[in-house]
Structures are given as C-alpha cells and as structure tokens.
C-alpha cells in the first residue's frame, strides 16, 4: 500500500512537471517585468502589454526595455536548455552540452569575425553567421573525438568538445585585440540580454519555437538512442540519420541563442537533469521540460544580474556559471567514477 501512494505521488508529479514549469517560466517573465531602477505593480505591467499608451512613460518601459528583453532570456534559455537535452540524449554523454562541447564557441567565433570585417550586418546575416560557426564546431568536434583509436566515447567527446572551446575561445580573443573588438565582444562571452529588441525577437521566437517542436517529435527515438545504438536499432530506429537530424536542430538552437545573447553555457547541461528527475526517462517529456526550465533560468539569472549592484548589471553568464560549474564539477567526478 505505501508503495502504491509513493508510485501514485510519482506519477502526480510527473504529469503536472511540465505545467508547473510553465507557469513557472510566466511567473518568472512577470518578475522580469517588473523588476528594474523603477519598479512596477501589476495593473501597470497589465495596461503596458494589453493596452499600451505611448504617452505612459511606464508603458514605455515596459513595451519597448523590459518586455523584449524578457521574452528574449525565456526563449534563447528555452533554446540553450532543448539544445542541451538532445546533445545529452544522442551521445548518452551526461556532460553534453552546446556550451560545454564548444558549439557556443564556434557560434561566437564566427560573430567576432563578423565584428571584424563586416560591421553594420544585418541581425539575420548574424544568425546565419552564427548557424555555420556552431555547426562548422559541432562538425570540429565529432571528427577530433571520432579521430582516436576506439571511436567515439562520452569521454573523448567532451575532451574534444573543451579543446575545441579554448581554441576557438583564444582565436575570438586574437581577433578582438588585433582589431580592437574587445569591449564589444565582452558582451558577447559575459552574455547579456538587455540589447535585445522586438526586431531580434521577430526572428528568434519562431526559429526557437518551431526547431523545438521538431526535437520534441524526435523524442521516441532520441529515448531509445540513450539506451544504446544497439537497442535503438533493434526497435527499428535509424541512428545515424536521428543523430545527424538532433545535431542539426542542437546547431539552429545554439546558434540563434548565441547570436541575441552570446555564448552562455552551462544551461542545457544542468537542466536537462532536473528534467529527467521530475518526468523521467522518455524525451518527448524532457525535451520540452528542459526547454522550460532553461529559459526560467535564465529568465532568473537575468533578474539577479539586475539585483547585485544597482544600477550596475552583474554578466547574466556569470550568473548562470554560479550554478552551472559546481554541478559540472559534480557530474564530472560521478561520470569518472563510473567509467
């Protein structure tokens, strides 16, 4: 009987995790809001969205600063935390993620090139800029891991992964000194969501909505690629071609969220852990779990880079780093353990 109530409870909460997280992530996007030098109370931040007057300096702030900003850490997070999940899932590697293997670094590579030798891009230009350094990385990455006798292993995948991150890393900090980009390209490695604009989202949000919706109906097989290849073909699951299709989707989604808010990494590493926690094992779940907790991380990793100085802003990568390195760390010494 009490193993019964436990299952029950379990199940209660993993039928209710993904509502929760998004009511979570609106709770979240209405703290962004209202949180800032002037603080706002609900039916302001009400009349700002749904009945905007331009002559109300606070429909002002909220229409034109905060509102953009906000929706554009909930989606680059939703973005960085789905990247994650299938990066994690096709390489059965519990380290993977956009941020850790390098394809974040490739994506700002690429955008610091384009600070040097096309100023004045256009914000699309810039994305598909960023598309092709994330996936020229993604490509970089497979072949140094696959390169070594015994194939490609979750190990040798991350190795190849932090080598090809501090090389990419070293030749954006050679171009930014060499052509006096350092200042702009700060922003770019600390990360920062409040350049975002309506013009950034028009592109973002659909990109990022539809790529997610397309890793989430490749759920049932990225699940039966997290038990092996082996099992994965054994119930009919082409793995090469699912892999490649998750990869692609992993590089559209880092790459985009790259492009609005620079290279922050740890988010797609850490949640989709706390996603498998509350749903479980099947991706067609942690996949979009771990798209909604990634942008309420981020979402409240930009709400405590307002709150610790002031007017100043803390670097929202710094922020998100804060959580995302101890449990690097932690997942690092447990993957060890086991091997």
Not at 64 to 86: C, D, K, S, V, Y
Not at 172 to 184: E, F, H, K, N, P
Not at 196 to 209: Q, T, Y
Not at 303 to 329: H, T
């Amino acid at each position: 009987m009490r193993y019964s109530h436990h299952r029950s409870a379990k199940e209660y909460v993993r039928m209710s995790g993904i509502p929760m997280a998004a009511l979570l992530l609106l709770l979240s996007l209405f703290l962004a809001v209202s949180y800032g030098a002037k603080s706002l109370f609900l039916p302001e931040v009400w009349s700002a969205i749904f009945q905007f007057n331009s002559a109300e300096e606070a429909h002002q702030i909220v229409r034109n600063l905060r509102l953009p900003r906000a929706l554009g850490a909930a989606f680059t997070g939703m973005a960085f935390g789905a990247a994650g999940a299938l990066m994690q899932g096709v390489t059965r590697n519990p380290l993977a993620d956009t941020g850790v293997l390098g394809i974040n670094a490739g994506a700002a590579f690429v955008v610091a090139l384009a600070f040097a030798f096309l100023p004045g891009l256009s914000y699309l230009n810039l994305i598909l800029l960023s598309f092709a350094g994330a996936g020229l990385a993604a490509l970089f990455i497979v072949l140094l891991g696959s390169a070594t006798p015994g194939g490609m292993s979750s190990l040798k995948l991350t190795v190849a992964g932090a080598v090809a991150a501090a090389l990419l890393h070293s030749l954006s900090t050679g171009v930014a000194i060499y052509y006096g980009l350092s200042q702009d390209l700060a922003y770019w490695y600390a990360g920062g969501v409040a350049g975002v604009r309506w013009a950034h989202l028009k592109l973002l949000v659909p990109i990022v909505v539809v790529t997610i919706v397309w890793a989430a109906s490749m759920g049932r097989s990225v699940t039966f690629l997290s038990l092996g290849d082996e099992s994965a073909v054994n119930l009919g699951v082409r793995a090469v071609r699912v892999r490649v299709l998750a990869m692609i989707a992993a590089v559209l989604l880092a790459g985009t969220s790259v492009s609005v808010v620079g290279a922050v990494g740890f988010i797609g590493l850490v949640v989709p852990h706390v996603a498998r926690r509350v749903v479980g094992v099947d991706y067609r779940l942690i996949i979009p779990m771990s798209a909604l907790l990634g942008g309420v991380l981020l979402e409240f990793a930009d709400i405590a880079s307002r709150m610790v100085s002031p007017p100043r802003e803390f670097a929202i990568g710094s922020m998100v780093a804060l959580v995302g390195v101890p449990f690097f760390l932690y997942l690092a010494r447990k993957e060890g353990r086991s091997l």
